[in-house]
């Protein structure tokens, strides 16, 4: 099969190209962008006039709720979501039912996505045996299974002697140790931030300490250890102050955003909304805005959806009561570009955050446009506006805190391994 993409906005994070050109792809893989290769004729034309051709979107943190809660959501109907967003590479946390602490467990879950021949997989292993926090997994043949990376969700480790004791087998091997920081024992049963929204509403409360004091702990043992660490859905300006702090003394620390929280503060939980009901909890107004800097001088890597898609019933409950979680597969991309066009971010280095530095994080060959490699590519248009509906969403969960909002930029195409998986 021989694809031309012309006339479109050709964007490149990894490189910087941004200019209008074409793109031709042949078996699958991008062959030339530019000038048309020798002997080429296409099987199939997509003219992508006033459209952005990038790389496919990568984002590194989705539920995809299988194996064990397909009540929940399905891999078919997530990954329906996942291409419908311009996501072609996504990775999903451990906390399956049962986690993913099980070669076996892995490599099924890796060849049902497969078969459904769409966004590429790449599962995060379980660090503790059923993410219970007292055994280690063998991260060794879990590794080998097809794990890019080792955490525990949302899962605690209340143990520091088992934490160092997992960084330690990381750093031998070399794995990337993925943890939310947060201390339990400080966040204890609360479901809103420490401020003056759940004082009013009379909601229990997490402060930032149950933040940093995880923070601390975890840099403390990774510079001890020499271990890659990835610290996941970073909620806090002391937060980010202490990456910062972490990574001029040059310690092996990267961090991500969930893009809720940079759009979002507690000031929208204020009308009980269960959509908002998220983990960690929307912070202050200060918090919002330290982690809009963050992103954008870098202190923070990336930016994921933190895609967890709950059933309606589990919503509909009392805010304290309700799970808590929110699906973004579909909002990623116009998100970033909300926060880019606030933020007065250009649009190469705003997809990054979503593209080839989430790539890097994973440390997979993904979210740049080199020839020779698969041609996993999401094509939008930047100006269009669309309506968050919650029939209009592919994703099993509707929910989301934007329901009803109007954002900007729209996908109209989707590429996977050169085959057009999705069009609007």
Not at 126 to 135: I, M
Not at 277 to 284: D, N, Q, S, Y
Request: hydrophobic content about 45%.
């Amino acid at each position: 099969m021989k694809i031309l993409i012309k006339n479109g906005r050709v964007i490149d994070p990894k490189s910087g190209m941004d200019a209008v050109s074409d793109v031709y792809i042949v078996a699958g893989k991008i062959v030339a962008i530019g000038a048309q290769p020798d002997r080429f004729q296409a099987n199939h034309i997509i003219d992508a006039k006033g459209l952005v051709v990038c790389p496919g979107l990568v984002d590194i943190s989705v539920r995809l709720r299988e194996p064990g809660l397909e009540y929940k959501a399905t891999l078919e109907s997530e990954m329906r979501a996942a291409v419908a967003g311009g996501v072609t590479s996504l990775a999903c946390p451990p906390d399956t039912d049962p986690p993913l602490d099980e070669p076996g467990l892995v490599e099924m879950l890796k060849h049902r996505a497969k078969s459904l021949n769409q966004a590429h997989v790449y599962p995060i292993g379980a660090l503790t045996q059923g993410l219970q926090g007292d055994r280690l997994t063998e991260m060794a043949e879990l590794f080998d299974a097809g794990c890019v990376a080792f955490g525990q969700s949302d899962k605690q480790l209340l143990d520091s002697r088992v934490l160092m004791r997992a960084m330690q087998y990381a750093s031998t091997f070399n794995f990337s140790v993925w943890l939310r920081p947060e201390d339990a024992g400080i966040s204890n049963s609360g479901v809103a931030h420490d401020g003056e929204v759940a004082t009013r509403l009379g909601l229990p409360a997490i402060p930032v300490c149950a933040e940093t004091v995880a923070i601390s702990n975890i840099v403390l043992i990774a510079r001890e250890t020499g271990a890659r660490v990835h610290l996941s859905k970073v909620s806090s300006a002391e937060g980010v102050a202490m990456v910062r702090a972490a990574k001029q003394q040059g310690l092996p620390v990267t961090c991500d955003v969930a893009v809720n929280y940079i759009h979002l503060s507690e000031m929208d939980v204020s009308f009980f909304d269960s959509n908002c009901h998220l983990v960690p909890p929307l912070r202050g107004i200060s918090d919002r805005d330290a982690l809009r800097v963050g992103l954008k001088d870098g202190t923070i890597d990336v930016v994921c959806s933190d895609h967890s898609p709950v059933d309606e019933d589990a919503k509909l409950l009392p805010f304290g009561e309700s799970e808590a979680g929110a699906i973004g597969l579909e909002l990623l991309l116009s998100l970033i570009l909300k926060w880019a066009t606030e933020m007065k971010i250009p649009l190469v280095v705003a997809l990054a955050k979503i593209t080839s530095e989430s790539a890097k994080i994973l440390g997979v060959e993904a979210g740049h446009l080199s020839l020779g490699v698969a041609a996993d590519l999401c094509i939008f248009d930047p100006d269009q506006y669309w309506k968050v509906e919650a029939a209009s969403l592919k994703s099993q969960g509707k929910n989301t805190p934007f329901l009803g909002m109007e954002l900007q930029g729209k996908v109209k195409y989707t590429l996977a391994n050169g085959i057009l998986v999705y069009e609007d």
